[in-house]
């Protein structure tokens, strides 16, 4: 089992940046490498079962929500098994307050199988796309 986890501390309190992020449907209302998703089914993006799917090239990607906390303000995702060269691809993204400062912890982390020979492709694709992601809502917050 491989693993990718990028962190970022976002100059905001935790409750605004959940807000921003906080909707499974919203991925690329704030990534900038991603676009706008439609909706696979009627569920809402805070529905366990909830499906987005991405247009991305010639290539369509369903991402399907596992867990969804409120409270907590985090929720966990996965793929179908062969993306990317990933099998049990399971991703969360969570925001947690920075008391001291009134900002906010985001964290953006995943776990997956993958072959030896697709490691090191398919681990910078995922770290890619968290980093661009993370970078992108820091900037947005910033002052």
């Not at 985001?106 to 090191?120: F, L, N």
Request: overall charge negative; glycine content about 10%; hydrophobic content about 40%.
């Amino acid at each position: 089992m491989a693993g990718t986890t990028v962190s970022t501390v976002v100059e905001a309190p935790a409750g605004k940046v959940w807000e921003l992020i906080g909707d499974f449907h919203a991925l690329g209302a704030w990534h900038p490498d991603l676009p706008p998703s439609r909706r696979g089914n009627d569920l809402g993006g805070t529905a366990v079962g909830a499906v987005r799917l991405f247009e991305l090239g010639d290539t369509e990607l369903g991402e399907t929500l596992l867990a969804y906390d409120d409270e907590a303000r985090s929720y966990t995702y996965t793929f179908a098994d062969g993306t990317f060269q990933l099998s049990t691809y399971r991703a969360t993204l969570r925001v947690v307050p920075v008391t001291e400062s009134d900002a906010a912890f985001v964290e953006w982390s995943a776990t997956y199988d993958v072959e030896q020979e697709h490691r090191e492709a398919s681990t910078a694709l995922v770290h890619g796309v968290f980093t661009a992601g993370l970078g992108a809502l820091r900037e947005r917050f910033a002052g």
